[in-house]
């Protein structure tokens, strides 16, 4: 059984451009889920996606969007990266929606300069 | 508002210590807790998930405990390996979203 996986592994960027960050699920996961992780500090929700709906958003921009596709991987969308937008993002996937086991992935690591 | 967190943010201790990780949280309608494992610069690697149903859950040498009228949950190492260092975070899940919340995690040192 594969895990989640995320690409790219390592993402470096200018202020004001444009990053989209991929992942898919584990096998039989029809939920995702987006976290960013400032260095030091806990993972924050970004948003979560179930069969293709968006289905729930933390407190972050407009300019943070995603999309889910009928084979469930997923993409984050960023643009007009600030440098605050520097950080670890992390998918994770589950079962269902609700309060089930996340898996997550290994991390896209972005620095904004 | 829930808001989770995690006293120390750093911790040392000798190998074979056997040593409890205290996590709190403030809303009691929580649906479950987990505790994940983290790695520098890696993602995280799901622990122990507690249902709110439950008290304890159990895997090799770790024990989590969840006491939701006092908004806490204990993760308990029993003979620590330099292995075992690492950040340790948990996350509550209260249905408000369908996101969890998590602490700023305590990161263990094993000493040899």
């Known amino acids: 059984e594969t895990g989640v996986t995320q690409s790219p592994t390592h993402l470096i960027k200018t202020r004001g451009q444009q990053v989209t960050l991929r992942c898919s699920s584990q096998?039989?996961?029809?939920?995702v889920s987006w976290y960013q992780q400032a260095l030091g500090q806990g993972p924050q929700f970004i948003f979560q996606?179930?069969?293709?709906?968006?289905?729930g958003r933390g407190n972050f921009p407009p300019r943070f969007s995603g999309l889910q596709f009928p084979n469930y991987s997923s993409e984050l969308n960023v643009n007009a990266l600030e440098l605050d937008d520097s950080a670890l993002y992390l998918c994770?996937?589950?079962?269902?929606?609700?309060?089930?086991?996340?898996?997550f992935g290994p991390g896209t690591r972005l620095t904004v300069l | 508002k829930q808001e989770v967190t995690q006293i120390p943010a750093a911790l040392s201790v000798p190998e074979g210590e056997n040593l409890v990780l205290n996590c709190s949280f403030t809303?009691?309608?929580?649906?479950?807790l987990q505790w994940f494992r983290q790695d520098p610069g890696k993602g995280l690697t799901s622990l122990l998930l507690?249902?709110?149903?439950?008290r304890e859950q159990t895997s090799g040498r770790l024990n989590a405990s969840l006491d939701k009228s006092s908004g806490r949950s204990t993760l308990y190492i029993a003979a620590s390996q330099p292995g075992d260092s690492a950040t340790y975070l948990c996350?509550?899940?209260?249905?408000?979203?369908?996101?969890?919340?998590f602490g700023k995690g305590i990161t263990l040192s094993v000493r040899p």
């Open positions: 994770a996937s589950s079962l269902a929606v609700g309060p089930d086991t996340q898996y």
């Open positions: 096998s039989g996961h029809n939920t």
């Open positions: 996606y179930y069969r293709e709906e968006e289905n």
């Open positions: 809303d009691s309608a929580i649906y479950n």
């Open positions: 507690i249902q709110s149903s439950q």
């Open positions: 996350a509550g899940y209260t249905g408000a979203n369908s996101k969890l919340t």
